[in-house]
């Protein structure tokens, strides 16, 4: 059985490569989580999770991660990423959105706002506060957007 997480933060970078592949990897660095390996999960923040903006993720660390990326090879498009977690009032757990789309990043952290406090409401939970990150990115050659909330113990 894995450990439950204990904190979580928001990151978001936006960069171009040669290839789709390393402007992926280098938006993961511009975010502070391009050295660690990414485990995809869900969009469940578990009960007693702190924001905490300031945690160092170990080089190569197993990280569990809720993402929203999206990679360009038209030059001059507009894209970006949102991520947004619902810390709830009470000591429950909260909700993790994540969003991707040819877009501005006003407009994506318009949706994902309004994701998570959808998220809230189909539950039946009542919404403390909503911590956003999102970036957009102009594509020059091959560009990509990404916006997540790292996990960790």
Do not use: Q
């Not at 001059?76 to 619902?86: H, K, L, N, Q």
């Amino acid at each position: 059985m894995l450990p439950t997480p204990k904190k979580f933060k928001v990151v978001a970078g936006g960069a171009e490569g040669k290839s789709k592949l390393t402007a992926f990897d280098n938006a993961l660095l511009k975010a502070g989580v391009g050295n660690v390996n990414l485990v995809k999960v869900s969009s469940i923040l578990p009960p007693y999770c702190e924001f905490d903006p300031d945690f160092a993720l170990p080089l190569g660390a197993l990280t569990p991660i809720a993402y929203g990326s999206i990679v360009s090879d038209v030059p001059g498009e507009t894209i970006s990423a949102a991520v947004a977690v619902g810390v709830p009032e009470e000591d429950t757990m909260g909700v993790i959105m994540e969003f991707s789309g040819k877009c501005s990043k006003e407009e994506a952290e318009v949706t994902i706002r309004k994701m998570v406090e959808e998220a809230f409401e189909v539950r039946n939970l009542a919404l403390k506060e909503i911590k956003v990150c999102a970036v957009d990115h102009k594509v020059e050659k091959i560009g990509c957007a990404f916006a997540a909330a790292p996990l960790w113990y």
